[in-house]
């Protein structure tokens, strides 16, 4: 199994690149957010790799980092979730962000991804609630249950119109600088500075 790349960027398509490493081309499709973070054609480029070998093709999927390609292995675990729906979901939620939406059940989020209605955002966020433990959340952390004060500056923050995931990391991030026993007006201010930074 091929499991990382690392060569010259031949070409890049809507959906996919190819990358020459010493004189062969491998074809690798690729979430756009990896597409936007590659180098220009002609510059040295690296992969992490996923294959896939089924009875009439083999696929590489490449991605810019690890945490992606961990993201893209277990979306593939829950029923409806093909390869190209998780590069679509992983497209417009990046591997920190989906933890996050994963941990605050924001169905909305996920729903933003071509090819994801309600149903499987809700299935998505229902499966995989225990595994984000276990992933990077990217540079929020391990997201804290939310619950008392902390559940009520969520719910005032997203009556302010803020997505739910959005509400959630500004929240346990502004519960972490004041400390316990911070109060609910306390926390719903620091959440609003953390918002508009």
């Known amino acids: 199994m091929i499991a990382r790349l690392w060569g010259r960027l031949d070409s890049v398509g809507d959906d996919s690149v190819v990358v020459d490493v010493n004189g062969v081309g491998y074809l ?21 790799v ?18 992606e390609r961990d993201w893209f292995r277990l979306l593939q675990t829950v029923q409806g979730v093909g390869a190209r729906v998780a590069l679509a979901i992983l497209g417009v939620i990046g591997p920190g962000e989906m933890g996050q939406a994963i ?6 989020a996920l729903s933003q991804a071509n090819g994801v209605g309600s149903k499987l955002a809700g299935r998505i966020v229902s499966e995989l609630r225990d595994a984000v433990g276990g992933l990077e959340l990217g540079p929020a952390g391990a997201i804290a249950a939310v619950e008392g004060d902390t559940a009520d500056a969520v719910s005032a923050l ?11 990391t500004a929240v346990t991030s502004a519960a972490r600088q004041l400390g316990d026993g911070a109060r609910v007006e306390a926390l719903i201010r620091s959440g609003l500075r953390e918002l508009a930074q």
């Open 103 to 108: 941990a605050a059940q924001d169905k909305a």
């Open 158 to 168: 997203v009556n302010l119109g803020y997505r739910r995931g959005e509400a959630v």
């Open 28 to 48: 690798a499709f690729c979430s756009a957010r990896t597409l936007r973070a590659l180098p220009a054609p002609g510059a040295a480029a690296e992969l992490y």
């Open 50 to 67: 996923e294959t896939h070998v089924r009875e009439d093709h083999i696929h590489l999927y490449g991605f810019v980092d690890e945490a």
